[in-house]
């Protein structure tokens, strides 16, 4: 079966420090990829998505950068946290070419401080 | 440019009546739509979907229906449980594109 690992589920940066969050996927090959934030009121915002090895679009202008450096990793990252980048960050998958739902990791609370 | 909109940002409802929760899109190219529920420091879990040549479809207590002429889908929960406290997620993704385009969410509140 498959399953989705995000980590770290809780981190506490200061302003100006870099940030990776890690996703990975098992049980499926070439699956598309998505990064969300759920900010207040915001619902979840698309950030990145990948639908295969490199291959990433990004649907805001922001301070955030995502890679997928192997099939079933996604990373999402920044040189230098600000404030605003607090929220709830959420790693999904779906199968590439499948009409069906994306299932989602349990999501990494980020604090910019 | 906010193409899936969940106008209600919360919903209360007694134990055993119907819950309505509903959502509008603007992009006529969607074409496959999902419902998600989602409990605080969690991921969303997907609840029930619909394709676009179906106006309805049905599993257990939840229904989803869809407007194509109105853009509008709506998921129907009945009878509601106060473990359908929650906030639920609409979501529509199209023929010709690989993005999941998610709403705003509702919070549902199912009180005794």
């Known amino acids: 079966s498959q399953t989705i690992h995000q980590w770290p589920a809780t981190l506490v940066q200061p302003v100006g420090s870099p940030l990776s969050l890690e996703c990975t996927v098992e049980?499926?090959?070439?699956?598309?990829l998505y990064w969300y934030r759920q900010a207040a009121g915001r619902g979840l915002q698309l950030l990145f998505y990948s639908v295969g090895i490199g291959q990433i679009s990004s649907e805001v202008p922001q301070n955030l950068s995502a890679s997928r450096p192997q099939d079933r990793q996604f990373i999402l990252s920044s040189k230098k946290l600000l404030l605003s980048d607090s929220g709830f960050y959420l790693c999904?998958?779906?199968?590439?070419?499948?009409?069906?739902?994306?299932?989602f990791g349990q999501g990494t609370r980020l604090t910019v401080v | 440019d906010q193409q899936v909109k969940q106008n209600s940002p919360s919903l209360s409802v007694q134990e055993g009546r119907i819950s309505i929760l509903n959502c509008d899109y603007t992009?006529?190219?969607?074409?496959?739509f999902l419902w998600y529920k989602k409990y605080p420091a969690e991921g969303p879990t997907f609840l029930i979907s619909i394709s676009s040549i179906k106006d309805k479809n049905e599993d257990g207590r939840f229904t989803v229906f869809l407007n194509k002429s109105a853009k509008h889908l709506s998921l129907h929960i009945v009878p509601s449980q106060p473990g359908d406290s929650a906030v639920y997620f609409c979501a529509a993704s199209g023929l010709y594109t690989d993005k999941l385009i998610f709403g705003t969410g509702t919070r549902l509140q199912v009180f005794p």
């Open positions: 049980g499926t090959s070439n699956p598309n």
């Open positions: 992009n006529s190219m969607f074409d496959y």
């Open positions: 999904a998958w779906i199968e590439t070419g499948a009409r069906a739902e994306a299932f």
